[in-house]
């Protein structure tokens, strides 16, 4: 600690001159250091730096300064995007969920955009108890089916939860599967199934 070998008005002096030039010049050196260091390639083009509005207001905000006018914005806006299944059939197949919820590629420039996407549920969920790797970023999802059961209200708050889980958690840390359009229809179906099937490795 360097810090600490420094006579201490020196060290703060050093502190209040670094902190305000560190708030004031981040943002934009981010934007324009990512803008310089970043290049188009196949189908991960420059366009991905570009904010929507609930990406800005987020970078902006953390969860805890948000204001209530821009969480209660980012909701309406969310929810407005949610498309409930074509059909009003919300379960499709576990196993073919169950493959997407392990599967981490797509939408990359070295991942073949003629493959599906995956969804990689893993790196932030527990899922299957028989899969021991998983990130905990977002809450366990351990017999997610068995504890909530399949109520109207149940699949359609899970579906609008992958569809667009800003619908429900303003500047929550999960992909936006449907709005973004990561996983299909039919994937988000099958995610749906992997989640509540009694017979899915979720509920067992
Ligand atoms: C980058 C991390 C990340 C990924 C990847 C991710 N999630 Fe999430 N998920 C979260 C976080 C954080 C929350 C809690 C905040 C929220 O509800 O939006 C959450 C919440 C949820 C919830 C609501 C939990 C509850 O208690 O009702 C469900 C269901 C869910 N995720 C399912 C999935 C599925 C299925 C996938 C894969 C298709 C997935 N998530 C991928 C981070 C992630």
């Not at 904010?51 to 209530?68: I, K």
């Not at 708050?157 to 929550?172: E, F, G």
Request: aromatic content about 6%; hydrophobic content about 35%.
């Amino acid at each position: 600690m360097i810090s600490l070998r420094l006579p201490g008005v020196l060290a703060a002096s050093l502190l209040a001159v670094s902190l305000p030039l560190y708030a004031a010049e981040t943002a934009p050196d981010a934007a324009a250091a990512m803008q310089r260091s970043f290049e188009a390639k196949k189908q991960a083009g420059m366009d991905r730096l570009q904010q929507d509005e609930v990406q800005t207001l987020c970078t902006r905000y953390t969860t805890a300064t948000l204001p209530a006018e821009a969480a209660s914005r980012i909701q309406q806006a969310s929810l407005a995007t949610v498309k409930p299944p074509s059909d009003g059939q919300y379960l499709g197949d576990y196993k073919a969920g169950e493959k997407i919820a392990q599967t981490g590629t797509g939408l990359q420039s070295s991942d073949d955009p003629a493959k599906p996407n995956g969804g990689n549920c893993y790196a932030c969920h527990q899922l299957a108890s028989s899969e021991l790797a998983y990130g905990t970023l977002g809450p366990s999802l351990q017999h997610y089916g068995k504890l909530r059961g399949q109520s109207p209200e149940m699949l359609a708050l899970a579906w609008r939860k992958l569809y667009n889980a800003q619908a429900d958690v303003p500047c929550s840390n999960m992909p936006r599967f449907g709005h973004q359009k990561i996983l299909t229809e039919q994937q988000l179906k099958d995610v749906m199934a992997f989640l509540f099937d009694p017979a899915s490795p979720v509920n067992q």
